[in-house]
């Protein structure tokens, strides 16, 4: 990669990766702010801003928007997560000015429109129904409010129906003022691109950007506990998951290793034994997420109300398992996956823009592939079976959330005490 990286006065980071074969750029603006970041009263206010930004500035309607970055081909987005808001761009390298200049207006000159206003309140209410009817995107949600009770990460990024109703104009805009600001946020692009070009449209377009320190998010702890919804559904879909590493902690990629061999693919241990083996469910993989000051490990598995009783004796028994006799072939496998992907990845601009931004965002500088890769290859099948251990020792503490008919003909989903006690 070549990747280089500047930083106006302001503080706004100017984060570049060439890849001079392609004719397109990808480029996008991260913002050191989410849900975490928001008190309770105003859960989804990052998320809200989001959708705004592209309903109109003080030059441009939202149909200029839209109809400026597609005469020229490119696609214009945006998305929210729990840490970070990115607006991001993909146009031909000739149109990056036009990208960039798109971006800036929408991040420093949103209109906030009143009928705008009502008209997208409207839209996120919708947004918000349909994830409730999805009961496999939704069971995430539960899971993390059990994890973290009473803490703006354990609160959905989309906020509530309540919150989002009761955002108007003047606190839309003010949140923008207070975390928008440019030492809180990351310029990158990838593809087609000069390094010194986008500083030099960086300066003009962002450097008049409020330069004050982002406030701190509040500090999290992994408390666990569940959340059980109990509906007329098909399946019930159940997560468990135990505190897992944040980004700095030594096992942070022993963890993704972890996931793999567990259930990362068709030849990961509940892959096999959940439903080749037993034929317990359709879908069931293992996840690890990691945040800033604290994480979480998980599998997912949906299951007939029927065969819920005897799925979770199998998930406990499997991590259990991976105590004692993880082997260093399984091992490679998942290593082998894992590289892959990260390679794969290289190859899109949209994805290695994504992963410099945050990269920086999270370590303060970007991390060489080779780096990543000798952590990866330093996972062996001992560093598997003790991180294992680490997971059996959390249990106690784990979260476990649960959406469908969760009683069946051979018991239904036990009681949280019964699932802890599966891991002793």
Not at 288 to 303: H, L, N, Q, R
Not at 310 to 319: H, N, S
Not at 344 to 354: D, I, N, P, Q, W
Not at 366 to 387: G, K, M, S, T
Request: hydrophobic content about 45%.
């Amino acid at each position: 990669m070549a990747v280089e990286v500047s930083r106006l006065s302001n503080g706004l980071t100017i984060v570049t990766d060439s890849m001079p074969h392609l004719q397109t750029t990808s480029v996008g603006v991260w913002v050191e702010t989410g849900a975490r970041h928001e008190d309770e009263s105003i859960n989804g206010i990052s998320h809200m801003l989001e959708h705004m930004a592209f309903k109109g500035t003080q030059r441009r309607s939202a149909r200029d928007i839209a109809e400026e970055i597609e005469t020229v081909g490119g696609h214009l987005n945006a998305h929210t997560t729990h840490e970070a808001t990115a607006y991001h761009a993909r146009v031909l390298m000739g149109d990056l000015p036009l990208a960039v200049d798109i971006i800036a207006d929408i991040l420093q000159n949103s209109a906030f429109d009143a009928e705008e206003l009502e008209r997208e309140r409207g839209v996120i209410v919708q947004e918000i129904g349909q994830a409730q009817d999805t009961p496999d995107e939704m069971v995430f949600d539960y899971l993390m409010g059990a994890a973290f009770p009473g803490q703006a990460l354990g609160r959905p990024i989309l906020g509530t129906v309540e919150t989002v109703a009761s955002f108007g104009r003047a606190q839309l805009r003010d949140y923008m003022q207070e975390r928008y600001l440019a030492s809180g946020m990351v310029l990158a692009a990838a593809g087609g691109v000069d390094h010194q070009a986008l500083v030099a449209l960086a300066q003009d377009r962002f450097g008049n950007l409020a330069t004050a320190e982002n406030k701190t998010h509040e500090p999290t702890r992994f408390i666990g506990g569940e959340h059980r919804d109990d509906r007329e559904l098909e399946q019930v879909h159940l997560t468990l998951a135990f505190e897992g590493p944040r980004y700095s902690d030594p096992d942070f990629h022993t963890a993704q290793v972890f996931a793999g061999v567990l259930g990362g693919g068709m030849s990961s241990r509940l892959f096999q034994e959940v439903r080749e083996n037993l034929g317990l469910c359709y879908s069931v993989f293992a996840y690890s997420w990691s945040f800033a000051d604290t994480g979480m490990f998980g599998v997912y598995a949906g299951t007939s109300p029927d065969d819920v009783a005897a799925l979770v004796p199998v998930l406990a028994r499997e991590i259990k398992r991976l105590g004692e006799d993880a082997t260093e072939a399984e091992t490679a496998r998942a290593r082998a996956q894992i590289k892959a992907g990260l390679m794969m990845g290289l190859e899109s601009s949209s994805a290695r823009a994504e992963q410099i931004a945050r990269q920086y965002m999270i370590h303060g500088r970007v991390v060489p592939v080779e780096e990543i890769v000798a952590h990866i290859e330093a996972v062996d099948a001992e560093a598997i079976r003790r991180f294992a251990r680490r997971i059996v020792a959390n249990a106690p503490h784990m979260a476990l959330a649960a959406v469908g008919p969760l009683s069946g003909a051979n018991g239904g989903l036990e009681s949280y005490e019964a699932i802890v006690a599966k891991f002793a």
